[in-house]
Each structure stands twice: as C-alpha cells, then as structure tokens.
C-alpha cells in the first residue's frame, strides 16, 4: 500500500511538471491584450523581435568644428579659438582682394535668419529695377491687410515710393516689408539663387519676414553684389549704399573702421568692409552673440 502511494505520488508530480511545462511553452507564443474600458479599444503586444528602429539624422554636435578645406590655417584657427566649443556657428570669411577665405562651423544646417532676410528682399528690388519691372519712383499704396499694428510711419490707402519703401523696410518697418513682398515676394527665390545663395529659403507673414539660410549664402549675396556679376555696378552700388547708409548695423559691424556695409542682427549677419586699401566680406551665424565683436575685430587685424 505504501509503494502505490509512492508510486502515484510520482506520476502526480510527473504529470504536474508536463503540464506546467506545457503552459510555459504555450505562453511563449500567446499574444497579451491589454482592455482600456475608458477609451474603449485593445492594445496588442506580441513576444516577438521588434521591427527595426526607423533611421533618424545624426545630430549636429558643437564640439565637432570642421574646417573648410582650402581655408587660410591660421585665420581658421583664431576663428575657432573665438567661437569655441559651446555655442552652436557658422563663419565664413572671404578676402576680396586674393584667393584667402576660411569657412569654419559647427553645425552645417539651415538656420533661422531675421533682418539678415531683408538683404535678399533689396536685391530682388535692385534686380527689377535693373530690368525695368520697377522704378524707385513707382508709387505702391499700401493696403489694410499690409498694415501692423503699432507701426505709424505708413497709412493704408496711401501710396509711397518704393524707393521710400526700402528706407523704411531697412529700418525694420514691417508695413513697408509687406508692401514690398506683395510687389516682388515672388522674384526672390530665382534671383538670389543665380547670385549663388542655393540654400536659402524664404518665410514671409505679414507680422515677419524670415528665411532660413547659411553663413555662407550671406556671404555669396554680398560678395556677389560688390564684384556686380548679377546687379550691374549702378544697381549694385545703389544697393551697397543703402546697407552703408542704415542706422541701425549688426553687432558684428561693431569695433570694425573703414567702410561698412553690413545688415543683420545679433544671430545673423553679414558686413563687407573696406579699410586701408583691404576688401572683405565676413558673415555669420550663431546662436549666441557674446562673441561677435571681438571676432570681428580680430578679422579685422588679419588685414592691418
């Protein structure tokens, strides 16, 4: 009697581990669902290998400054000496009088541009000048819809020169802005494409124009408009003169002598500047302005 109860102790534990084996190996293969009451639907998940991650771009890192091949050695290695590690920037500088540039950056995206913007907004104006669709004397009357709110200097429903208009635009009116891109918003793209700025894109509302542009694009437009390959010398030079003439120049204009043309702001910006028998065009952008003077004088000191 003993030995029967041994005996079928033994069979209910064998029968017992195939049967648990049997569970194991079934929930391997079982899917999960998971019952939400309050949003009324079944979220499934199987044990099975995931799907491949889907490919995302590389980040930009700013400690990963990369030089320009070509670019002048030492005038590359003060600029990133200046910059340094922690902000994100693009530089690039070029010697109109010789074959010397140096391009150095850290991050190679498109970047978010304001009053650098309007500079590809007056050379679309210069350029149909030039060709006759327009005349600095043409009067365009400025509608409702073009008026923002606090800006005083233009009236709806009165007309205003253009060449009064790009006074004012320059100046960082915006009515003045939106009377222009009504005019001639849409020339942009294909005019500052042929002086070279293949990167740019344009972002206009009727509260801000905007692009979204490169270090280098600025320098092409400048560099382009002061060696007259796409403006003829009279229009290009109507052109450098009103970014000489305005008031209000970018910090990186700052601490620099001689002749400036520049236009930007505190992230953006570009100046070509003749001193002491020196041409250059430097331009930049970055996503902090502490160092923008002392980067500019110290190009600056590469020409004295």
């Given at each position: 009697?003993?030995?029967?109860?041994?005996?079928?102790?033994?069979?209910?534990?064998?029968?017992?581990?195939?049967?648990?084996?049997?569970?194991?190996?079934?929930?391997?293969?079982?899917?999960l669902?998971?019952?939400?009451?309050?949003?009324?639907?079944v979220?499934k998940?199987k044990n099975?290998?995931?799907?491949?991650?889907?490919?995302?771009?590389?980040m930009?890192?700013p400690?990963?400054?990369?030089?320009?091949?070509?670019?002048?050695?030492?005038?590359?290695?003060?600029?990133?000496?200046i910059?340094?590690?922690?902000?994100?920037?693009?530089?690039?500088?070029?010697?109109?009088?010789?074959?010397?540039?140096?391009?150095?950056?850290?991050?190679?995206?498109?970047?978010?541009?304001?009053?650098?913007?309007?500079?590809?907004?007056?050379?679309?104006?210069?350029y149909?000048?030039?060709?006759?669709?327009?005349?600095?004397?043409?009067?365009?009357?400025?509608?409702?819809?073009?008026?923002?709110?606090?800006?005083?200097?233009?009236?709806?429903?009165?007309?205003?020169?253009?060449?009064?208009?790009?006074?004012?635009?320059?100046?960082?009116?915006?009515?003045?802005?939106?009377?222009?891109?009504?005019?001639?918003?849409s020339?942009?793209?294909?005019?500052?494409?042929?002086?070279?700025?293949?990167?740019?894109?344009?972002?206009?509302?009727?509260?801000?124009?905007?692009?979204?542009?490169?270090?280098?694009?600025?320098?092409?437009?400048?560099?382009?408009?002061?060696q007259?390959?796409?403006?003829?010398?009279?229009?290009?030079?109507?052109?450098l003169?009103?970014?000489?003439?305005t008031?209000?120049?970018?910090?990186?204009?700052?601490?620099?002598?001689?002749?400036?043309?520049?236009?930007?702001?505190?992230?953006?910006?570009?100046?070509?500047?003749?001193?002491?028998?020196?041409?250059?065009?430097?331009?930049?952008?970055?996503?902090?302005?502490?160092?923008?003077?002392?980067?500019?004088?110290?190009?600056?000191?590469?020409?004295?």
């Amino acid at each position: 009697m003993k030995n029967k109860v041994i005996i079928g102790s033994l069979i209910a534990t064998l029968f017992a581990f195939m049967l648990y084996t049997a569970n194991i190996k079934q929930l391997g293969h079982a899917s999960l669902q998971v019952i939400d009451h309050n949003r009324s639907s079944v979220v499934k998940r199987k044990n099975k290998k995931s799907k491949a991650e889907p490919k995302v771009a590389g980040m930009e890192y700013p400690s990963e400054v990369k030089v320009k091949k070509g670019s002048q050695a030492d005038w590359a290695k003060k600029i990133s000496q200046i910059m340094g590690k922690n902000d994100s920037y693009q530089v690039c500088l070029q010697d109109l009088n010789s074959p010397k540039f140096a391009q150095v950056a850290n991050t190679s995206k498109l970047h978010q541009a304001k009053v650098s913007s309007r500079l590809f907004l007056l050379v679309t104006i210069y350029y149909q000048e030039q060709h006759g669709n327009l005349s600095g004397h043409s009067a365009l009357k400025v509608k409702k819809a073009d008026r923002v709110k606090g800006e005083k200097m233009l009236s709806a429903g009165i007309a205003y020169s253009v060449t009064y208009l790009k006074q004012a635009m320059l100046q960082g009116n915006q009515t003045a802005t939106n009377v222009l891109m009504r005019k001639v918003g849409s020339k942009i793209a294909p005019v500052i494409k042929q002086m070279g700025a293949t990167d740019t894109s344009i972002k206009h509302t009727t509260t801000q124009l905007s692009s979204q542009t490169t270090a280098t694009d600025l320098a092409r437009i400048m560099v382009d408009l002061y060696q007259d390959k796409t403006l003829d010398r009279q229009h290009a030079n109507l052109a450098l003169g009103s970014l000489n003439s305005t008031k209000h120049k970018p910090k990186l204009a700052s601490g620099v002598n001689g002749t400036v043309y520049a236009i930007g702001d505190k992230k953006a910006a570009v100046i070509l500047v003749q001193s002491g028998g020196h041409t250059y065009c430097l331009s930049v952008w970055s996503d902090s302005a502490r160092k923008l003077t002392r980067l500019s004088k110290t190009v600056a000191d590469f020409f004295n």
